[in-house]
C-alpha cells in the first residue's frame, strides 16, 4: 500500500502561481510512477502532468505545456507540481497518484489521494 497525501491547493488569481505538493509513506515511493491529476466541476478526470521514478522522464498534457512543472524528491518521499500561468481552466480538485504501469494511462494508476482543491479566479 502507499499512502498519498496532498497539499498547498488554495486561491490565487488569474496569472499567479502556485504549488502543490503530495506526501508518500508506506511502501518505497522511489519505486512508483507518480502523476497529478485533475477533476473540474461536470467534468472528467484528466491527467495533468506524470514523472517516471526516477525522474528522468515527465509527461505533460498539452492544456498545460510551458506553464506547469512535475518534479519528485525521493529522499523526501514528495513530489511536487509547480503551477504558473493560471487560469479560470485550472480550476479544479488535484489530486496525486502512483503506479508501477505507463505515465499516461489513467487505469494503471493504483493508488490516489484524497486531493486538494486549487481555485483560479479571473
Known amino acids: 500500500q502507499v499512502q498519498l497525501v496532498e497539499s498547498g491547493g488554495g486561491l490565487v488569481q488569474t496569472g499567479g502561481s502556485l504549488s502543490v505538493s503530495c506526501v508518500a509513506s508506506?511502501?518505497?515511493?522511489?519505486?512508483?510512477?507518480m502523476g497529478w491529476f485533475r477533476r473540474a466541476p461536470g467534468k472528467e478526470r484528466e491527467i495533468v502532468a506524470a514523472i517516471s521514478w526516477n525522474g528522468r522522464i515527465t509527461y505533460y498534457a498539452d492544456s498545460v505545456k510551458g506553464r506547469f512543472t512535475i518534479s519528485r524528491d525521493n529522499a523526501k518521499n514528495t513530489m511536487y507540481l509547480q503551477m504558473n500561468s493560471l487560469g479560470p481552466e485550472d480550476t479544479a480538485v488535484y489530486s496525486c497518484a502512483a503506479t508501477r504501469g505507463s505515465l499516461s494511462l489513467v487505469k494503471d494508476y493504483d493508488y490516489w489521494g484524497q486531493g486538494t482543491q486549487v481555485t483560479v479566479s479571473s
Open positions: 508506506g511502501r518505497t515511493f522511489s519505486g512508483y510512477n
